[in-house]
C-alpha cells in the first residue's frame, strides 16, 4: 500500500512538472505613447498602440500606467480577442552600472577575483564569485484572510567565495578592494517589480493591435505670451508652450494641448489596476473630497459611514519672436486643442514650443478700482492712517481677432526691445477683448475721500441688530502730471443706495451680498485727462451700518 502510494506520488509530481515545462510564457506587448490631450492641471489624456502577435496564447501587455480610476480602457480589433485580463506585479531585470563595491561583487558573479578587507589581521581571499542572494521580501499578512505569514528576517547580506579550501561567506561591506583577475563586468542585473496587464490572446492574425487610453499625471503644459507693441496702434502677439515631463519617453507622438475646464470627478483616485495600494487604500480614496457624484458613488458602493473632507523694468535680449499663423486647431465641446505634431521628450525634460504670432489691435487704457468699504457685517471699515497712496494702473485692452483662443498664462509686454511689465492674460476667445495691465501710471495722481454728511440713528431694526443711515459724500480726484492726453476709467464699487453722481456714472447692481441688508452697485466713469490738468468726480450714497 505505502509502494502504490509513494507510486502515485511520484507520478502526480511528474504530470504536474510536465505541465508546469509545458506551460507557454506570456509574449509581451508593449504599447507606445501615440497621442496626447494634456491639461494644465498636472494631468493628461493617453492613447498608446502596441501590436498584438500573429498567434494566440498569453500576453503581457505594458507598461501599464497610474491612471485615475475608471479611465483606463483596453481596445482592440475585430480580428482579435483578449480574455482573463488581470493587473499584478511581475518581476523583470534591469542592467544597472555597478558604482560599489557591493555592485562590482554582484555584476561578476562566477569570475577570479581577489578580495582584501582592509585590516592587517584579515588576510585577503582568492577564489570564483559564487553568489550574491538578493534578501527576499515576505509577503504581508492578509487582512481579510485568517492564516500565518512568514515574519521578515534580517536584511543582512553575504556574498560567497569558492577558494581553495572552500566555500567562504563573507559580507560585502567588510570588502575593502577587489583584483579583478580576468576582465571584469560593468553592469549588474538588478530585479525590478513592475506592473502589468496579463491575459490570454484568444484570436488574433497579422497586423492586429491593442490600444490603451487613460487619464494620468505626470505631464503637463504652461503658455505664455509676449505683446509688442513697438507700433502704434497694431502690435503682434507671440505665444508658446512649454511642455514638462516627468512620466515617460515620448516618440513622435501627436500632443493636444488643452485649454478649457473639464469636469474629472475621480482623477485624484489612482486605478485599482496600477497596484498602487491595497484594498483599504482605494476605498479611503473614494471617501476623500466631495461632488455629488461622488457622493452617490459612495452611497452605492460603501454600506459603512466614511469620515471625508469637504485648494522695474530691465533690457530685453532682442526683439520679440515670430512663430507664424496658429494651426487651426480643433474645438471638441467647450475645449480648445493647439495641435502640435511628431512631440519627442525625453522623461525629466521640458520642451519648447512656438504655438503662433498674430497681429493685434490695441488701445491705451488707465485704470483706477476702488474697493468697497463695507464689510459682509454691514460695518464700515476704512482705515485712514497708513493708508497706501492710490494706484492708476495703465493696461492695454487687446482684441483677439483671429482664429485661435488665447487660454488663460502670464503674458510680457514689450516696446522696442524693452521690457514695460507682464500680468496675467485671462482666456479669450476670437472676437473678444481682453484687458492687460502694464505698469502703474506713476505720473498721474490719484486720491479719494469719503465724508459722513447725515446719519439717521437706528434707522432700522432687523435681527436683533440696530442700524444707523448715514448718508455718505466721495470725491475723487486725478491730477495729470504726464506729457501726454489720456482717458481714465473710474470703478467704485460700493454698498448702499446711490443717490448721485457728477459727472454722472455708468451703474450697475451687482448680484453680491444679497444676504446684508445693502445692495451692492458699482459706479464707471471714463474721464477725459488733459495734460497737466485735474478733474474731480462725486458720488453720494445712503448705507445701512450695523451698530
Known sequence: MRVCTAWLLV??????????????????VDTQVARIALFKNGLGFFIRQGALPDQPGP??????????????WLTWGPGATLAHLAAGEEKTLEWRDAVSIPDLLRANLGKQVRLEFGSEYRSSLEGTLKTFPQPSTPAPPNPYMAGSYIPPRSQGQVVTLQTAAGVVAIKPSTVDRITFLEDPSTQYAQDIMKVALSGDLTATGPGQTVGVSYLAKGMT??????VDIS????????????II??????????VDLVTGFPFLEFSDIISPLAKKGDLATFLRALGQGYSEGREQFRRETMTQQVMYNAYDAMEAAGPSPDYGAGAA???AEDLFLYPLDSVTLKKDQVGYYPLFTQKVAYEHVYEWDIPDYVNAQDQYRRAEQNRPAEVVWHSLRLKNAGQVPWTTGPAETMKDGQILGQAMLTYTSPGNNVMLKI???????AQENELETNREVNALQRHGWSYDRITVEGKLALHNYTAQAMTVKITKTLSGEVVTSAPEAKTVKLAKGLRQENPRSELTWEVPLEVGKAVEVAYTYKVLIRR
Not at 512538472?17 to 509581451?28: F, H, M, Y
Not at 500576453?59 to 483606463?72: D, E, K, M, N, Q
Not at 503644459?221 to 509676449?226: E, K, M, Q, R, V
Open 221 to 226: 503644459w504652461a503658455p505664455s505670451f509676449i
Open 245 to 254: 515631463n516627468e512620466m515617460e519617453d515620448l516618440e513622435k507622438a501627436h
Open 231 to 242: 507700433t502704434p496702434e497694431e502690435g503682434t502677439i507671440t505665444a508658446k508652450a512649454e
Open 439 to 445: 505698469t502703474k501710471a506713476l505720473g498721474i495722481k
Open 11 to 28: 507520478a502526480a509530481v511528474a504530470v504536474v512538472a510536465g505541465r508546469a515545462g509545458a506551460a507557454e510564457p506570456a509574449k509581451a
Open 329 to 331: 486647431g480643433v474645438q
Open 59 to 72: 500576453v503581457r501587455i505594458g507598461p501599464l500606467p497610474a491612471a485615475s480610476h475608471g479611465t483606463l
